[in-house]
């Protein structure tokens, strides 16, 4: 198994969710997430490239109000078998 099919693997396993309604657009996500998949228009934060979303759970351990779900690397489940 190479490297490559293991980020091919996190890439497929993405869980990164926005509760659009109840993000009040403090801007915290897009100030902690450390691969800029965040931004704030008209006071709601947006999801611009959840592609490069590490499941690192940051955006979401900030939110005051729980609007982002993510499920850390840790705990997805990465198929491995047949790479
Ligand atoms: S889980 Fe981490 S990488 Fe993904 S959007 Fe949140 S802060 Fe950014
Ligand atoms: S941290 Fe939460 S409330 Fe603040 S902009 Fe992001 S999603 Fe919205």
Redesign the pocket.
């Known amino acids: 198994m190479t490297n490559e099919c293991i980020q091919e693997d996190i890439k497929n396993t993405?869980s990164?969710q926005l509760n659009t309604p109840v993000c009040f657009g403090c801007g915290v996500?897009m100030l902690?997430?450390?691969?800029?998949?965040?931004t704030v228009r008209n006071g709601k934060a947006v999801?611009t490239d959840?592609s490069?979303?590490?499941?690192?759970?940051?955006?979401?351990a900030n939110c005051p109000v729980n609007a982002?779900s993510?499920i850390?690397q840790s705990q997805t489940e990465k198929v491995t078998a047949g790479c």
């Open positions: 993405t990164l996500c902690v997430c450390p691969h800029g998949v965040f999801i959840q490069v979303c590490t499941e690192c759970g940051l955006c979401a982002i993510v850390p």
